[in-house]
C-alpha cells in the first residue's frame, strides 16, 4: 500500500513538473523561421504534452486496470467453501454462487446471506483440515 502512494506521489510530482515545463514553453518559446522558411517551437511542446499523457498512463491508469482485472478475477472464481470478506467487513463461508450473487454463513449461528459479486473484497481459500 505505501509503495502504491509511493508511486502515486512521484508520478503526481513528474506531471506537475512536465506542466510547468510546457507552459512554460508555452509563453516563452517563440516561433523561429529557420533559412528554408519553415517555423518551430511547437514541436518541443508536442512532445512534452506526449510525454505528460504516457507517464499519466502507465503510473495512474494502467496499475488501477491491473488491479480491477485481479479482483474481478478472484470474483470469477470463488467457489463453496472460500472463506471471504466483504467491503463491509463481514466474514463468512460460502455456501452457494451463481453469475450474480454469492449465499454465506457467518459465524456459530449459520446465519446465512446473500451479497452480489462485486461486493466481496477478499478471499481466503478454505482447506479441509483433518480432525
Known amino acids: 500500500m505505501k509503495l502504491n502512494r509511493l508511486s502515486r506521489a512521484v508520478a503526481l510530482i513528474l506531471l506537475a513538473a512536465l506542466a510547468v515545463f510546457t507552459l512554460a514553453g508555452c509563453t516563452t518559446t517563440e516561433t523561429t523561421t529557420t533559412t528554408d522558411g519553415t517555423t518551430s517551437g ?14 499519466f498512463y502507465f503510473f495512474m491508469i494502467r496499475p488501477e486496470n491491473k488491479k480491477k482485472k485481479q479482483a474481478q478475477e478472484m470474483r470469477d472464481s470463488l467457489s463453496v467453501g472460500d472463506e471471504i470478506t466483504t467491503i463491509g467487513g463481514i466474514v463468512g463461508k460460502i455456501v452457494s ?4 450473487y454469492v449465499v ?3 459465524g456459530e449461528d449459520r446465519v446465512r ?12 481459500k478454505q482447506t479441509e483440515q483433518p480432525q
Open 97 to 100: 454462487v451463481n453469475d450474480k
Open 104 to 106: 454465506f454463513e457467518t
Open 113 to 124: 446471506m446473500q451479497v452480489t459479486k462485486w461486493a466481496i473484497s477478499s478471499n481466503t
Open 42 to 55: 511547437g514541436a518541443s511542446m508536442i512532445i512534452m504534452l506526449v510525454v505528460l499523457i504516457a507517464v
